[in-house]
Structures are given as structure tokens and as C-alpha cells.
């Protein structure tokens, strides 16, 4: 055999490297059918062919062979590369931030910006710095019309457990002297309450949920006499119970889930939702409560508790989800408003693809808060604290005086801090830590009130519709036709 056609020492059957059998294998796996081959030279084509697609995947041998001189001085980082790709929806973003992924033509400032804050790298448009931070979502907020967001660069972060801790935090602040018991609906599993009770010591508690509570809020309830737990469902007769109570209420429900149901079944198991809050509402007549508020896709008005009258607010999300439509619905008294949803989906879509995006300054050192940058959510958390240190001092500031602005940014860098141990479920979370959209936190659930069980699911697969064009038909005006006849 000459010496052009002879092939390489890691192609023969003995003295073949570990890595070479692997390729070899590779390459039978998934090569394409040989009238299909493409290259006619000696060196192997380990690129894989998609035979939907009709391209190839991967790289051939020559480009190995060209790494290969290269990669022992690189060991590390590629060894880096690879471990971050492998986990897909959970990643520590400053390994990113050397990259160029974010676009330009804004200018160098624009450019600095990005770099140093990674939660706005997303805006599509030139950075706004904003002086002010807009927590509520107004009747005349703007819009921006829905598409889906498929392959989208998306860099906001969602926490779940943070996102409802701060909603919590900042209703007891502001509302929490209307009354000193509070009653929750929905408050499993609850890891983080016991911070909650903490930070409002002289509330009582009332925690009710049919899933099972979290050991730590358990052991807190052992000690604390102002936490009481309730494993059961909350019905119209547990509204009714504290009808007189006049209590703060707080709900947080959700029996929709869309791992185990069609869009179609999601829709009209929120709209069920929203019915059964609104009758715990009119039926306990609290002081104040801050509900769970997402309205159903699609064209249609929703008649629901108003959130523009008095002092009812919508407070926007805070690490919400990246692109969520869920809000915080503080309703007082019986008023109701007719929702417009597409209104609704849109102006919350410019909150998560715009507003959320945008520089709002604040005075908390980033470099103490590991993530912590200057968008909206990072701003918002400091915004609610600080509002927790103004109004309660005596909890956390020893001497009689008043405290300055330094020692109340202190000490709410101090919260942030603490709120990534309270609000991780391992234990092990930052704000640098991106949870992508797949992420699964607790395993799937059905819930039958009326017959007062919870069926656990598993990872069953969702039921497909068997129509091919979701309709999003209107589901609003039937939201609440009997509900006002004892009201009016």
C-alpha cells in the first residue's frame, strides 16, 4: 500500500486510542447512506446525517485532527465548555459573559451596560435608564402586541420562591395594618414562611393547603404559636369561618397544570380558579387581599374584583416567570371591573420584553449580591425591602435614633443575602443561576375539591387536543354571573 493511501495510525484495528474507537463508533452509528457519502478521501466523515433535514451535524475528522494541537493548551476551558452546555436549564450566566451574543449598534455605553448587567442583555432596543420604578401595572400601561417568543434570546430569571416571599412582603407592609391575622390559601409547601412569620412577628398566621407543608415550617409551627397549619382544602365554609375575623387574606392557588392537561383544559381551570377566589372574597369579607390574577388567552372581557378602585392595586411580578401573564391582585371591597384580555396579555407582554429590561438605578453594591444587577426584578426586590426596613426599623435597628440611608442599604443587602438561602429549595441559589423555561420544581398534580383528594401524576404527558386550531374562545363574561346576586 503507498504511503498516500495508507490510512492513519488511529484508523487501524490495533493500537486504536480510546477516543478513536469512539469516533469510529459514531460514525457507523450515524452515517448516511453510502450514495449519500461525501467525501471521498481517506480521513472518515464522523459528521451526522439528518435525513428530515438532508444536512449533516457535527464535524469531520480533519477538524479534530486541527483542534487537537490546540486543545491541550485549552484543557480547562474547554473542559468548562462542555460541562455548561451539558446542563442546559441551569447556569451560571457570568461564565457568559465574555461572549458577544448581545447586539450592537447601540452604542459603547449601550454596550457597557449589557456586559455588567446580564438580565437586560435581552432588550431589542436601546437601553432606557429609568429614575423611577413603576410597581404597578395602570389601567393606561402600555402595550405591545403578543408572538411567540420561539428561539428569542431571554435573560430575565424566574424564582418562584422569591417571586412570591417578595409579592408577600410587600402587601403585609403596606396593607398589614388593617389586621393582624392573616389567612393563606394555598401555602404548601412553604419552606420560606417561616422567614415570612419572622419579619411580621406580631401577625398571626394561617396556613392552608391539602398538600403536604415542608419540615422546616413544621418545626417552626412546633415553636411558633402565631403559625398554624391547616392540611385540608380551602372551601366556601373555611371562608365563611373567618367571615368575622376580619383578616388580611392571601391566595395563591393554582389547580391548572399544563404537564398533565391541554391548553384548553389550562384555560378553563384558571378561569375555575379565579371563581373560587373571588367567592372566598365576597364570602369572608376580608380587610384586604392579594389574589393570584391571571386572565385567559384570547379576545373576550373578564368580570373580576377590581384592581382600579381605592385602594386596590395590580402589582406587577418580581422574578416572575419570562414571559408570565400572572399578576398580584390586592382587592378591597366588592367592585368589580370588565377586564379586556387581549389588553391585558399585551401589556403584560411589553412589561417582560421591554420595562423588565430596562436600567433602574439603586444603591446596593452588585458585587455583595451575587447576579444582582440593575433591571427591573433586581431593582423591584430592593425597592420592597426597603420599604420593609423604613416602616419596621425597631425590627432590625437598635438604637432609638432613625437610621440613615447607608445603614438601610446595609442591611437590605444583608435580606437579599439571606433570601437566597430562605427561597432555594437545594439550598444552593443566586441570582446568577438562570433557570430555563423547562425547569420542573414539584411533581405534577391533579386536585378534586369536591372530593377533597390530590392525585399525584407523576411525569404523565400532557393530554393533546384533538383539534388542530386552539381557539381561545372567550371565557370571561360567564366568569361570574351568581356570584354578585346577594351583592347588588
Not at 484508523?11 to 469510529?24: F, V
Request: aromatic residues 10%.
Amino acid at each position: 500500500m503507498s504511503k498516500r493511501n495508507r490510512s492513519p495510525s488511529w484508523d487501524r484495528e490495533e493500537g486504536d486510542s480510546p477516543a478513536a474507537k469512539r469516533r469510529r463508533n459514531r460514525f457507523e452509528l450515524h452515517s448516511p447512506p453510502r450514495s449519500q457519502r461525501r467525501s471521498p478521501s481517506p480521513q472518515r466523515d464522523y459528521r451526522r446525517y439528518d435525513r428530515n433535514e438532508r444536512r449533516y451535524h457535527g464535524r469531520r475528522d480533519r477538524d479534530y485532527r486541527r483542534d487537537d494541537r490546540h486543545r491541550r493548551h485549552h484543557r480547562d476551558d474547554d473542559y468548562n465548555r462542555r460541562k455548561r452546555h451539558s446542563y442546559p436549564h441551569h447556569k451560571r450566566y457570568d461564565e457568559d459573559l465574555r461572549s458577544e451574543e448581545y447586539p450592537h449598534g447601540f452604542g459603547e455605553e449601550d454596550r457597557q451596560i449589557r456586559k455588567e448587567n446580564y438580565h437586560l442583555r435581552q432588550n431589542p432596543r436601546k437601553i432606557k435608564k429609568c429614575s423611577s420604578l413603576e410597581r404597578l401595572l395602570l389601567e393606561d400601561a402600555p402595550q405591545k402586541e403578543y408572538y411567540a417568543r420561539k428561539n428569542e434570546l431571554r435573560t430575565t430569571n424566574h424564582w418562584g420562591q422569591r417571586k412570591l416571599l417578595l409579592s408577600e412582603i410587600e402587601f403585609l407592609t403596606e396593607y398589614g395594618e388593617r389586621s393582624k391575622t392573616v389567612v393563606y390559601a394555598g401555602a404548601a409547601p412553604g419552606s420560606k414562611n417561616e422567614y415570612l412569620a419572622n419579619l411580621f412577628p406580631d401577625h398571626k398566621f394561617i396556613f392552608v393547603d391539602p398538600n403536604p407543608f415542608h419540615e422546616k415550617l413544621i418545626a417552626a409551627a412546633e415553636q411558633n404559636p402565631n403559625i398554624i397549619l391547616i392540611n385540608a382544602f380551602f372551601t366556601d365554609e373555611t371562608a365563611l369561618k373567618y367571615k368575622d375575623d376580619h383578616v388580611l387574606f392571601i391566595s395563591d392557588i393554582r389547580t391548572a397544570d399544563n404537564k398533565v392537561m391541554d391548553e384548553e383544559k389550562v384555560e378553563d381551570t384558571i378561569v375555575a380558579d379565579n371563581r373560587m377566589q373571588m367567592s372566598w372574597h365576597l364570602k369572608m369579607e376580608p380587610e384586604a387581599s392579594m389574589l393570584k390574577f391571571r386572565l385567559p388567552w384570547g379576545k373576550g372581557t373578564t368580570k373580576y374584583l377590581s384592581g382600579y378602585h381605592g385602594d386596590a392595586k395590580i402589582y406587577l411580578p418580581v422574578w416572575g416567570r419570562q414571559s408570565t401573564t400572572e399578576t398580584r391582585l390586592v382587592a378591597i371591597g366588592n367592585a368589580t371591573y370588565d377586564y379586556d384580555n387581549t389588553k391585558y396579555e399585551e401589556q403584560c407582554f411589553f412589561f417582560n420584553t421591554i420595562m423588565r429590561c430596562d436600567y433602574y438605578e439603586h444603591d446596593v453594591d452588585v458585587n455583595q449580591v451575587p447576579g444582582l444587577c440593575h433591571c427591573y426584578d433586581c431593582a423591584a426586590e430592593i425597592h420592597i425591602l426597603k420599604q420593609w426596613a423604613r416602616k419596621f426599623k425597631d425590627a432590625w435597628f437598635s438604637t432609638d435614633s432613625e437610621p440613615t440611608e447607608e445603614e438601610i442599604t446595609a442591611h437590605v443587602t444583608r435580606m437579599c443575602q439571606r433570601l437566597n438561602i430562605e427561597c432555594a429549595t437545594s439550598g444552593n441559589r443566586d441570582l446568577s443561576i438562570i433557570i430555563g423555561h423547562g425547569q420542573e420544581w414539584f411533581t405534577p398534580k391533579l386536585f378534586d375539591p369536591e372530593a377533597g383528594v390530590v392525585i399525584d401524576v407523576g411525569r404523565r404527558t400532557p393530554a393533546i387536543s384533538t383539534t388542530n386550531d386552539y381557539t381561545r374562545k372567550e371565557r370571561g363574561p360567564e366568569l361570574n354571573e351568581d356570584l354578585f346576586q346577594d351583592k347588588d
